[in-house]
């Protein structure tokens, strides 16, 4: 079974880091052959590398973001040959533009990944009029593929009030024999390591700091509430709002921007809790990581959050939150003692690289057998 993923590229972030995981799991399966096409050029932070050392064949359009919005029927005529000569069964789209490109494609099954919510996203990131325009396309490419599937159950949800019948739902997988919790002693070491406080809680949070993901609210609210408490806040990544945030937090010591780290693994492992404030997410890849490190989850009230956190509420090992303030108004209530293994293994059984990888297979195998 000839698989090609097709996607606009290959830098860091959370496609990315889905679209490895996939790989490596699926590279353990005979029956798949892998390749994958980029759309657009990369940049520093491309993990283009990391495809090539798991024996990844990689073709790239070199086209740019217009070239990809005005003339995909154009890039697909490119990619097509690429299909006839490698004898592809399988084309697997993951993103917008990769959608608008493979819907064009032909004598080849096509899949598609929804890592997002467009309805929301698309209005959120581009405004209004373009978000909703952006919004039809997508939906019209997706509704010509043979099947289409979300990162996760309420994603699907959505998706089909929108009006897609060929949804199913894949949660997304995270690594869980690197992420996993450590002792009080290696965690002592790591905040060592890092400059970090030996006697404080430690609240962590990573992602691309952007309008999406509310940190200018949450940072103005924490400078006023860490004083307060022997509490430090980290802030992994990086993005557009990155410097309003410094500027919001420099006279903060309580206060950590560590920017983009190469182990994101170890600033978990430091920590206590986990918060995110964003306002849509398709499957925070994120936040499973933070779990599976042993992390009490502190999150907004979205949907996809709900996806990861309702069986965990169940057995108060997790906290749904409104408005940031009411973080602070609870914080006391916040457990001292965290089930750390117990999150773990939650993560490891539904959130896992192997459970993902079984899911896409599934999918691959019951798409091939559709008559167009």
Known sequence: ??????????????????????????????????????????????????????????????????????????????????????????????????????????????????????SEDFVNVFGTLWGKLMLHKYLCALN?????????????????QLGLHNIS??????DTDGFIPVSNEVRSQLREKYHLPLDQK???????????????????????????????????????????????????????????????KEYLQCADYYISYSVSEGMSMAVCEAVSCGLYPILSDIPSHHDVADALLEESNAMIYNKVEDVGAHFNELPTVIEKTKLHDYIDKNFSIKTMGNGYLN??????????
């Open 363 to 372: 999918i691959y195998k019951k798409v091939k057998v559709i008559q167009k």
């Open 144 to 160: 010509k593929f043979d099947v289409c599937s979300a990162v996760s159950q309420s994603a699907a949800k959505l998706y089909f």
């Open 202 to 264: 430690i609240i962590v949070s990573s992602g691309r700091i952007e309008k999406e993901k509310r940190y200018v609210e949450m940072i103005h609210y924490f400078v006023s509430f860490l004083g307060k408490e022997p509490i430090t806040l980290i802030i992994l990544g990086d993005g557009s709002q990155l410097k309003t945030c410094k500027e919001i937090a420099k006279d903060d010591e309580h206060v950590v921007f560590t920017g983009l780290v190469k182990d994101v």
């Open 169 to 174: 739902f894949v949660n997304n997988g995270i």
């Open 1 to 118: 079974m000839r698989i090609l993923f097709l996607v606009s590229h290959l830098r860091k972030g959370g496609v990315t880091n889905v679209l490895y995981n996939l790989c490596c799991q699926l590279k353990k399966n005979s029956e798949c052959e892998i390749s994958i096409v980029t759309l657009r050029e990369e940049e520093k932070s491309s993990r283009y590398d990391d495809f090539l050392n798991l024996g990844i064949c990689i073709t790239q359009m070199h086209s740019s973001y217009i070239k990809c919005e005005l003339f995909s029927s154009l890039i697909s005529k490119k990619i097509q040959s690429v299909i006839d000569t490698q004898k592809i069964d399988i084309v697997h789209c993951h993103g917008y533009h990769p959608v608008l490109v493979g819907v064009n494609l032909q004598k080849v099954k096509i899949v598609a990944t929804l890592h997002n919510r467009a």
